[in-house]
């Protein structure tokens, strides 16, 4: 248990950091979810539309630090690697 105060303060901040990330992570799922369900559906357009606003979503929690730069990269090409291909058939 925090002792000084300075360490109490840190726990409040902590939890607080915490609940604005988690909200943030959830966001950015829920968007990427809504392209893998155009995806699933079939509805080209659809999926386009999602994804245009999933990669603004996935690169905002790259720059706010929720997820690494890396990884926000490689879901976004992903997702467009998938409904490139789906454009294709």
Do not use: C, F, P
Request: avoid cysteine; proline fraction near 0%; glycine fraction near 4%.
């Amino acid at each position: 248990m925090a002792n000084t105060a300075s360490a109490k303060k840190m726990v409040r901040k902590l939890a607080s950091r915490t609940a604005i990330n988690k909200a943030r992570r959830t966001r950015m799922r829920t968007y990427v979810k809504k392209v893998e369900h155009a995806i699933a559906a079939g509805d080209q357009k659809q999926a386009r539309d999602a994804l245009r606003t999933a990669e603004s979503e996935v690169m905002s929690a790259v720059s706010k630090g929720i997820i690494h730069k890396n990884t926000g990269s490689r879901k976004v090409s992903r997702l467009s690697a998938r409904v490139k291909t789906m454009t294709a058939e």
